[in-house]
């Protein structure tokens, strides 16, 4: 996995998040600097745990040698199914959600939006511990680039609303699905 493909995939994991802190910061309402970035940290830590987590399951799986050269489908079709559902939940108008529902501002309630924006994340990381990849670098990448969104996010909240949070969370799934691609194009160019 190259530079450019570990970046589109950390902005493309945090984008969920990033929906996730507009609508965070709708409901708060305006919020200092530190208060955002105390939240995005939050989140970006979550969400460099988990795919760690789910790498370390999947690398469990790929010591399999059968399943070892199926890897590339198998990043290929998690991505492109997680990637679909991002679109898919998007594109709908969701009043359960759990950010925007909740006006809350308790650290319960931001951790577990954190770790329900991070599942995919987790998924991920399974998927990457098929393919040749340090982990550890894209685990970074990930947490940092959701701790920036998420900051962003909160800030920019009660200005732009829901609506461009759910356009960010269809990118960020077309993005996984073109991540999926190049990973398979890659493979089978080999």
């Known amino acids: 996995m190259n ?7 950390a902005l493309a994991m945090s984008t969920d998040a990033f929906a996730a802190a507009i609508g965070k910061g709708a409901a708060l309402g305006k919020m200092r600097f ?23 399951l999947g690398s469990l799986a790929a010591d399999i040698h059968w399943l070892s050269e199926w890897d590339h489908w198998i990043a290929f079709w ?42 995919d994340a987790l998924v991920i990381g399974v998927g990457l511990a098929f393919i040749d990849v340090n982990i550890w670098i894209v685990a970074a990448a990930i947490g940092t680039a959701t701790t920036v969104m998420v900051t962003i996010g909160v800030l920019l909240g009660r200005r732009l609303g829901d609506a461009l949070g759910k356009r960010a969370e269809m990118l960020g799934g077309v993005v996984l699905i073109i991540v999926g691609a190049t990973i398979l194009f890659e493979h089978l160019t080999k």
């Open 34 to 56: 530190m208060q955002a970035f105390k939240i995005g940290m939050l989140f970006g830590s979550i969400e460099t745990i988990t795919p760690l987590i789910g790498w370390t």
């Open 78 to 119: 998690l991505l492109l199914v997680l990637g679909a559902r991002m679109i898919y939940a998007g594109s709908k108008d969701s009043e359960t959600d759990v950010v925007a529902a909740s006006k809350s501002k308790s650290i319960l309630m931001l951790a577990l939006t954190a770790v329900a924006t991070s599942i």
């Open 3 to 9: 530079f450019i493909a570990i970046v589109l995939l």
